[in-house]
């Protein structure tokens, strides 16, 4: 095996090894329409806490809003709704909204370094039929944004 195709069989495995080890801590978030009670996190102040993972939510957004200031890093969303998760310990993330009725939804990840939305640092997104993974430091607080896309 020469050199290059060597390099390029090591990056996929390096690839399939990081995705493989988020299967275990998984967040679902499914967003049906009109099925639910009004999300209770509609609001950043009032994010669901996610304990431990695997967490599951199913949360109708189809009353959500938006709030004065709120960050749309990767789509304008008017439709959010948001939750946050400190881990005790360092733990890979893969958070998606498989199942959702919307067919056109964003999932925003922040880390907080600070109050507020000024305090967040975006670090990545996913949208439609798509996942978003990250390590989660342990102390550190993060914030996913879920929505629908305009």
């Known amino acids: 095996m020469n050199s290059r195709a060597h390099k390029k069989c090591s990056a996929v495995n390096r690839y399939k090894e990081f995705f493989t080890l988020f299967a275990p801590a ?3 978030l499914a967003l049906p329409a ?3 009670a009004a999300a209770t996190n509609d609001n950043f102040a009032n994010a669901t806490v996610i304990g431990t993972l695997p967490f599951s939510d199913t949360v109708d957004i189809t009353s959500a809003t938006n709030e004065s200031g709120e960050p749309h890093i990767c789509a304008l969303s ?3 709704v948001w939750y ?3 881990p005790g310990a360092n733990v890979g ?3 998606d909204m498989a199942g959702s009725s919307f067919f056109d939804r964003i999932l925003t990840v922040y880390q907080a370094t600070g109050p507020g939305f ?3 640092v975006f670090l990545r997104c996913g949208s439609t039929d798509s996942f ?3 390590v989660a430091q342990a102390g550190a607080t ?3 944004q879920a929505g629908t896309v305009q």
């Open 26 to 28: 998984l967040l679902a």
């Open 34 to 36: 009109g099925s639910l």
């Open 78 to 80: 008017p439709q959010t």
């Open 84 to 86: 946050s998760f400190t």
């Open 93 to 95: 993330v893969k958070a």
């Open 118 to 120: 000024s305090g967040l």
């Open 132 to 134: 978003v993974a990250f």
């Open 142 to 144: 993060y914030y996913i």
